[in-house]
DNA sequence: TTGTAGGCGTTATCAC
DNA sequence: GTGATAACGCCTACAA
């Protein structure tokens, strides 16, 4: 039998102030400068009566819900929870709450989300995905200001992994490793990610005054059976390279079976850098895999500073890929 | 420069009518028996006007926000975040919104968390855990329905996996596979779930017959390290178990190179069943590892379930682990 | 069928 | 220093 909830009202008849005071105690506010006496008085009734101010009707009445909308197709996913992750936390030390849906990737579903947040009235919104790719939001999710993660449609702000940069780290620490003939095992040349990556690759072999081998650029799909037969390929080359640099963990999970499968031994005969640093097989490989990051949490919190900076959004922001080193190479 | 939004007032005065006869048909309410006529000219102008009702508002009108408070330390984790997910979708199918709060386990930013989340007046709480373990919640959480999912208080209502199952299904695959000897790489005997897969494990020896050999019961963390070493010594014993159900794919990541090191091979020779399903493991294992799986999804599915029906939570659930074949056994 | 009026719990404006 | 009083946007008896 739960007592009715005690309101503002129910403080001030009994400390006996109006709720006009009460309000200002409880929220703080030194410009009305109330007697010390009386602030006392307040919150020792908050205490006793246990009030908690009602969120809701806060927002009401002040215009303000402290609310952020994200809508994603990460699910359960090992990876790019992150940037949930890193969103929620970077809200919640400003005091705002997330409000999550997850999509699956269905539009109709974000539709009804976006529309179900907007009447929550959500002051900015979120829109992440797991794989880096161009997107179409709903177009109501442009009614409060917007950033998109981990993808772009070409008008919102957004704020991406910086693959080329990405690329061209994980290039330079085999290329550093005294490594000069270099394969990578690129993801579908078509997605963004492959492109942003090759740059980087080439780049870095570039500037260590490497030519570009065509023969030692492949690609294929992220799974590790892909990166087994591809760097099988590579391996069974002519003049083979000694450093592979794979554009997903588990492409580098196949391909130190196809190393391995050669009598070759990571990272004494072959030097392999993956991409993505997915815990649980970068750390557990043996040896465990030195491999490039993407930096979802700190997406995430970039979002979340990008919707509660004053200023707006702005424009965009690129996020640095930090080579997590471990015994690959 | 946005417009003031438009409001239920607004619609009211386009069409004509009392904002009574508006909230009527936006709320679908047929008891109150409006013309088709003005149902249409309302939904028109709702429309033309872009409405979209205020769920703040409603809420402190109807005293329902439709919000579902999630507290737990389940973060990036790989897994167990199935539990989220699972919790999201039901929430969702049922019109409800889940506010998250990740804690990283710390009982002062929990505490904070149920504070914030009990003033957002949300209709009840389901605090999840990422290993199943025993918990002591902030007091406050009793304020409102609440359950607990992978854990337990001794007071709460919990949705926990059937671990004893879930041991006795694992066995029971290696059983059925023609093993003897099976040996069980248990986790630390102290934890729940360990203790549950063990009462399971010899549940399914005895209704096979097979008499329980303490030898063959070995115990360590959860890591692929620790699966190594403790397969390893299974192994070399003078009558070694030609069975090892590990109670982590992690553990079984290890076992798998116990095996390997010692000429084995996985399924012809050793047997392997892991726990967990950690699909980046498991699913990418050479063999594919057969493994149980925590039902993290139905677990959080089920937790929504609980707090949203009529009748209360009623006292806790405990759920199925299924098997899920692949092909080390 | 439709309208009136009061209430939900706060904040905010101004006067006292 | 403090207190009426009017929003905020919507729901819901109750009346017409």
Redesign the pocket.
């Known amino acids: 039998m739960p007592r009715?909830?005690v309101?503002?009202?129910d403080?001030?008849r009994h400390v006996?102030?109006?709720?006009?005071?009460v309000?200002?105690v409880?929220?703080g506010?030194t410009d009305?400068?109330?007697?010390e006496?009386?602030r006392k008085r307040v919150w020792d009734a908050v205490r006793d009566l246990g009030?908690?101010?009602?969120a809701?009707?806060?927002s009401?009445?002040?215009?303000r819900t402290d609310l952020i909308g994200v809508v994603t197709d990460i699910t359960t996913s090992p990876f790019g929870g992150g940037i949930v992750q890193g969103a929620q936390d970077a809200a919640w030390r400003q005091g705002k709450l997330l409000l999550i849906v997850g999509t699956d990737g269905d539009p109709g579903v974000e539709a009804a989300a976006v529309d179900m947040l907007l009447e929550r009235r959500v002051e900015g919104m979120i829109y992440a995905t797991l794989a880096h790719r161009e997107v179409a939001v709903p177009k109501a999710m442009t009614e409060v200001p917007t950033v998109l993660v981990h993808c772009f449609d070409g008008a919102l702000p957004h704020v991406l992994p910086d693959e080329a940069e990405g690329g061209r780290t994980g290039t330079r620490r085999l290329i550093d490793a005294g490594h000069r003939r270099i394969g990578l095992i690129n993801l579908d040349p078509a997605v963004p990610a492959a492109v942003g990556r090759r740059a980087g690759y080439e780049r870095a072999l570039a500037e260590a005054g490497i030519p570009v081998d065509p023969r030692l650029i492949v690609s294929g799909d992220a799974t590790a059976t892909s990166g087994f037969e591809r760097a099988a390929e590579l391996l069974d080359l002519d003049d083979p390279p000694t450093g592979l640099f794979c554009c997903t963990d588990r492409m580098a999970m196949g391909a130190y079976d196809a190393v391995r499968e050669r009598g070759l031994r990571v990272p004494q005969d072959i030097g392999v850098v993956g991409y993505d640093n997915q815990e649980i097989i970068a750390a557990y490989l043996r040896p465990p895999l030195t491999t490039v990051a993407l930096p979802f949490d700190e997406m995430g919190a970039a979002a979340v500073a990008m919707l509660t900076d004053p200023d707006g959004p702005g424009a965009g922001r690129t996020i640095g890929c930090p080579l997590v080193e471990r015994a690959s190479v």
Chains 1, 2 share one sequence.
């Open positions: 009715r909830r309101s503002m009202d403080i001030a006996g102030l109006s709720r006009t005071t309000s200002f409880i929220n506010r009305m400068n109330i007697s006496e009386s009030y908690r101010p009602d809701g009707a806060r009401l009445a002040a215009r």
